[in-house]
């Protein structure tokens, strides 16, 4: 067990639609990471936050968004899903504010756009 | 090209042989590399994190690290069922505004 935890564990959707990813980190953690893994893509970075503030950005579309409160736990915003949006999507949190510190990765959410 | 490359495998070894896996890069500046095991469906688990040049043994598994070729290795000894997994290098530069890159994975089966 990582300490990091993600909820839901599986979302089920239809296109069109808007989900909430929710992450929370491991204790004492400042940052978190978002990542999307399909088949065919691997494991390709999204955003990271730390403590509150935007970090990084990687691949991530306009219809997504994130944010992490006050208390630390972040949320994944995907809308206007599309079929290509099927996959698993981790968290991940480490301890520094660099993207290279070592990074504990939650059990991961599946997404499932029908 | 892409940035991390690493055989997709399936490497498929018998239980108690020595395992080798490899990444190789492109870009000469990443400084830190990682080895993660994943099993199916769950989150990607940090094993080895080096940084620079070398080696570095963690029990059963050692890693190496080859600047000059831009190679990377993960040498797994006395495997066993449970290391069934795919196992995805990554690695970073580590400045303010970097990101860490992963390579696909190479899946693993190691056979009783």
């Known amino acids: 067990d990582s300490g990091v935890t993600q909820t839901p564990k599986h979302l089920i959707t239809a296109t069109g639609q808007r989900v909430t990813l929710r992450c929370s980190p491991r204790?004492?953690?400042?940052?978190v990471y978002w990542y999307q893994q399909s088949l065919d893509q691997g494991l390709q970075f999204l955003i990271q936050?730390?403590?509150?503030?935007?970090?990084a950005k990687g691949n991530i579309l306009e219809r997504f968004s994130a944010q992490q409160f006050p208390d630390l736990h972040s949320e994944l915003n995907l809308s206007s899903l599309e079929l290509g949006d099927s996959a698993l999507y981790f968290c991940?949190?480490?301890?520094?504010?660099?993207?290279?510190?070592?990074?504990?990765f939650g059990p991961g959410t599946r997404l499932t756009v029908l | 090209q892409k940035e991390v490359e690493q055989d997709p495998g399936p490497l498929s070894v018998p239980e108690g042989a020595i395992v080798s896996l490899n990444c190789t890069y492109s870009?000469?500046?990443?400084?830190?590399f990682m080895w993660y095991r994943q099993y199916s469906r769950k989150g990607p688990e940090l094993l080895m994190y080096t940084y620079s040049s070398g080696n570095k043994e963690d029990g059963r598994f050692t890693a190496q690290v080859d600047k000059s070729s831009k190679y990377i290795s993960l040498f797994i000894r006395d495997s066993q069922p449970s290391d069934s997994a795919t196992y995805l290098c990554?690695?970073?530069?580590?400045?303010?505004?970097?990101?860490?890159?992963f390579g696909p994975g190479t899946s693993l089966s190691v056979i009783p």
């Open positions: 204790s004492g953690d400042l940052s």
């Open positions: 991940a949190s480490s301890g520094g504010r660099l993207a290279g510190s070592e990074q504990f």
């Open positions: 936050y730390y403590n509150g503030e935007e970090r």
């Open positions: 990554a690695m970073s530069i580590k400045t303010s505004y970097d990101k860490v890159i």
């Open positions: 870009n000469s500046a990443f400084q830190y």
